[in-house]
């Protein structure tokens, strides 16, 4: 059988090229960044609070396998498929916030997305707000239901050269694992155009790091040792024409993201 055709997102400059790590699977996408300013209507705010990693159970201490941290991470991150484009998102409440990056939901042709589950279960989800100046959005679940919320831990704990996991769907792989070390803090990034306005996202307190992201790894998890989340994959660099992961990636900081996703709940 033929494989699909996977459409690059576009590349964006940061001294290399920094591109959007969205992947299109099987169509094509115009822009893998798009959308606008808070595009969509902030839907009410969720009955659950984000989980830090002080009060989770999955955080108490270091695990003894990177297997052991996979294993706990999976439940807690899912793939979004927006009809034209394929990212990953990171479950953060109990009752179904999954945070992800507005470059993600942003091809999405109305309101809804859906969803798949690392046990292979699929599901709907309804875009709550998206912040298209720090890439970041948040959609809810559809349906009653309880879930595995991923951990926050202390961006400002984390420090070169610790181990981390990348989790997510490159190329539309559900559920796929890499894992590296981080190789820098505090990158600044350019994402370049987001919208018709021609208005640029710029991503300061970046974490870099050389497990391998891809497209479809973008709204994915960033995790230590303890399965906690350290960032939001959002960006790789690329050189010439290589398109795919050089060992140069990028997250947005959990600290970040935990401020902005609050902000989009309520």
Request: hydrophobic share 40%; charged share 10%.
């Given at each position: 059988?033929?494989?699909?055709a996977?459409i690059?997102?576009?590349?964006?400059?940061?001294?290399?090229?920094?591109?959007a790590?969205?992947?299109?699977?099987?169509?094509?996408?115009?822009?893998?960044v798009?959308g606008?300013?808070?595009?969509?209507?902030?839907?009410?705010?969720?009955?659950?609070?984000?989980?830090?990693?002080?009060?989770?159970?999955?955080?108490?201490?270091?695990?003894t396998?990177l297997?052991?941290?996979?294993?706990?991470?999976?439940p807690?991150?899912?793939?979004?498929?927006?009809?034209?484009?394929?990212?990953?998102?990171?479950?953060?409440?109990?009752?179904?916030?999954?945070?992800?990056?507005?470059?993600?939901?942003a091809?999405?042709r109305?309101?809804?997305?859906?969803?798949?589950?690392?046990?292979?279960r699929?599901?709907?989800a309804?875009?709550?707000?998206t912040?298209a100046?720090?890439d970041?959005?948040?959609?809810?679940l559809?349906?009653?239901?309880?879930?595995?919320?991923?951990?926050?831990?202390?961006s400002?704990?984390?420090?070169?050269?610790?181990?981390?996991?990348?989790?997510?769907?490159?190329?539309?792989?559900?559920?796929?694992?890499?894992?590296?070390?981080?190789s820098?803090?505090?990158?600044?990034?350019?994402?370049?155009?987001?919208?018709?306005?021609?208005?640029?996202?710029?991503i300061?307190g970046?974490?870099?790091?050389?497990?391998?992201?891809?497209?479809?790894?973008?709204?994915?998890?960033?995790?230590?040792?303890?399965?906690?989340?350290?960032?939001i994959?959002t960006?790789?660099?690329?050189?010439g024409?290589?398109?795919?992961n050089?060992?140069v990636?990028f997250?947005?900081?959990?600290?970040?993201?935990?401020?902005?996703?609050q902000?989009l709940?309520?």
């Open positions: 059988m033929t494989a699909p996977l690059p997102a576009p590349r964006r400059r940061i001294g290399l090229r920094v591109a790590v969205v992947a299109a699977i099987g169509l094509s996408v115009a822009s893998a798009g606008g300013y808070a595009a969509l209507e902030l839907r009410p705010q969720s009955t659950d609070t984000i989980v830090n990693a002080q009060n989770s159970a999955q955080s108490n201490g270091s695990t396998s297997a052991d941290v996979a294993a706990r991470v999976l807690s991150v899912v793939s979004i498929s927006t009809g034209s484009a394929v990212g990953s998102g990171v479950i953060i409440t109990a009752d179904g916030a999954v945070l992800t990056n507005n470059h993600v939901v091809t999405a109305g309101t809804t997305v859906q969803v798949t589950f690392s046990d292979g699929t599901g709907t309804t875009i709550v707000g912040d100046s720090s970041l959005a948040v959609i809810k559809q349906g009653t239901g309880t879930y595995t919320p991923l951990a926050f831990a202390d400002d704990q984390v420090h070169v050269g610790d181990t981390v996991l990348a989790v997510g769907s490159p190329l539309g792989l559900d559920s796929s694992v890499t894992s590296g070390i981080v820098a803090l505090n990158r600044t990034i350019d994402e370049g155009q987001q919208n018709s306005r021609s208005v640029s996202t710029k300061t970046a974490i870099q790091t050389d497990a391998a992201i891809n497209p479809g790894n973008s709204g994915g998890a960033l995790v230590n040792t303890a399965g906690q989340l350290i960032g994959n960006a790789i660099a690329t050189s024409e290589t398109a795919g050089i060992g990636g997250a947005i900081s959990s600290n970040t993201a935990k401020t902005v996703a902000q709940l309520n």
